[in-house]
């Protein structure tokens, strides 16, 4: 099927969805919109999907090893995680990790997990020591002091907004386990219970270890110290040099969890991304040999993190890698959400089953606000004047940079996918590509314009080729559409 004859939205009012057989599958059109019925291997059920998605995999490449402990240990790791002490260390901590991760996928996560385990341990100690703090047993003076007028100074728009960007940052990671999902059995029923586990207590944690934070060191101290506030609250509180770099140590440790838990989940996201057959190389992508692992996005991975940790000036580093994260991913969160309900209202039409896992109305209309909020107000300035933000230098670059690796992506492709092929009288198709080992990818080929309806006539919507090995299953597939919708 090719690529512009699917236009975002249903069909007009008054036209009607058709449902065809290609190949003995399910394929449901309404002239704009084309769904095709396909299940995972990791029993979920049945559902439709655009057809211009990844194709399903209906055995994961990488095993079924991630359950309820994994699930909460790669949201925990990756909202988790604190900066260490120089850019050549993250630099080599980074290579992520990488090093770990290429060879084995269960021990990958079981690493994980057990990081996550030491560093839930080192928060629930700073939030205990942090009771004794308040309980006058340590050598700080008054414990009370940050408590007492709290609140006292001017609240400005772009203090608002800066703080609301460093707590979406902080609970960046509560949808880690949700790009593993292809390996998770019975996904729904196990994310919806176990994610909402590890945003508990991470939410609890935080609390606790931020008035710990509070009780032993001194507000101003807090504001300038280049020092990470975990390390500060050590200082104060213990004192003793030894226990300093002990602890100073599970810090450490933490951040290579973190590193970790955003290499297994984003490794995920990356390939999906190949998988649609937008990125170069899909077969690349899309391998998981020699070692059953994604060692392309892995290295993708890596060599951004590298860049974005020596690129930066040091002592901004980590308040523009936030903002440059936080805003273009809000741009990308606020089209994602508003084009949910577009593709609701599109799925009515079409008189499609509810999807097994769906957001509740309110919260996606909330998600809409605050994406707007993040989206707008950034370009409020601070009350320093335009050097007066949270890094030494324009306090709107993270935005213009942002803003720009939207547009330049976007001109790409419109070139790539319309104005070049319009002159060149060809147009982009996807085709399903079959690996050695099960693996399943799309691959963006050129087909003449002459040669297009021949092309539609012998492949699916998508891109499978009819009365081929490789639409072997499509029986199998209508099956389980029927089933999908008595459920």
Request: proline residues 5%; contains cysteine.
């Amino acid at each position: 099927m090719s690529f512009p004859r699917f236009r975002f939205g249903g069909g007009s009012k008054g036209e009607a969805a058709t449902t065809t057989a290609v190949g003995e599958a399910t394929e449901i059109s309404d002239g704009n919109l084309t769904y095709v019925a396909e299940q995972g291997g990791n029993d979920s059920l049945p559902s439709y999907q655009e057809a211009l998605g990844a194709p399903v995999e209906t055995k994961s490449p990488f095993g079924y090893s991630v359950g309820p402990v994994t699930i909460i240990f790669l949201n925990i790791s990756k909202m988790i995680g604190t900066g260490v002490y120089s850019t050549r260390k993250q630099a080599s901590y980074s290579l992520v990790c990488f090093a770990v991760l290429a060879f084995h996928t269960r021990f990958s996560y079981i690493l994980s997990n057990g990081i996550g385990f030491v560093k839930v341990l080192t928060l629930v100690f700073i939030a205990i020591t942090g009771f004794v703090v308040l309980g006058g047993n340590t050598k700080v003076v008054d414990p009370e002091i940050n408590f007492r007028d709290s609140f006292a100074g001017a609240v400005t728009a772009y203090g608002a907004t800066n703080a609301m960007y460093k707590i979406v940052f902080s609970y960046a990671g509560f949808e880690n386990a949700f790009n593993v999902v292809n390996e998770v059995k019975n996904p729904v029923k196990q994310l919806r219970t176990y994610a909402f586990v590890a945003l508990t207590v991470v939410a609890i944690l935080y609390t606790l270890a931020n008035v710990a934070f509070f009780a032993a060191v001194p507000k101003a101290e807090l504001l300038t110290s280049k020092e990470i506030s975990a390390a500060l609250f050590f200082k104060h509180a213990l004192g003793s040099s030894s226990a300093v770099k002990g602890l100073n140590f599970l810090i450490a440790l933490s951040s290579f969890g973190n590193l970790i838990a955003v290499l297994l989940g984003q490794s995920r996201l990356i390939r999906e991304c190949g998988r649609q057959g937008v990125l170069p190389f899909p077969r690349f992508w899309a391998s998981t040999r020699p070692f059953g692992t994604p060692l392309g996005p892995y290295f993708v991975k890596w060599l951004l993190t590298v860049i974005m940790i020596v690129g930066p000036p040091a002592g901004d580093a980590f308040n523009f890698i936030v903002d440059l994260q936080v805003y273009p991913d809000s741009f990308f969160k606020l089209g994602m959400v508003i084009g949910l309900l577009l593709v609701r209202r599109a799925r009515r039409r079409l008189n499609l089953p509810r999807s097994e896992f769906r957001a509740w109305d309110f919260v996606v209309y909330f998600n809409i606000l605050v994406n707007v909020f993040l989206v707008v107000m950034p370009w409020y300035p601070p009350a320093k004047g335009r050097n007066g933000g949270d890094v030494s230098f324009w306090y709107g670059t993270y935005i213009v940079v942002g803003i720009a690796i939207f547009i330049l992506c976007g001109l790409y492709y419109i070139a790539w996918i319309y104005i070049i092929p319009h002159f060149k009288k060809y147009r982009i198709c996807q085709e399903v590509i079959v690996l050695d080992n099960g693996a399943q990818t799309h691959a963006l080929v050129k087909v003449p314009l002459h040669e297009l309806a021949e092309w539609e006539a012998t492949h699916d919507a998508l891109g499978r080729k009819l009365n081929s090995d490789s639409g072997s299953d499509t029986k199998v597939r209508g099956e389980l559409a029927d089933e999908g919708e008595k459920a």
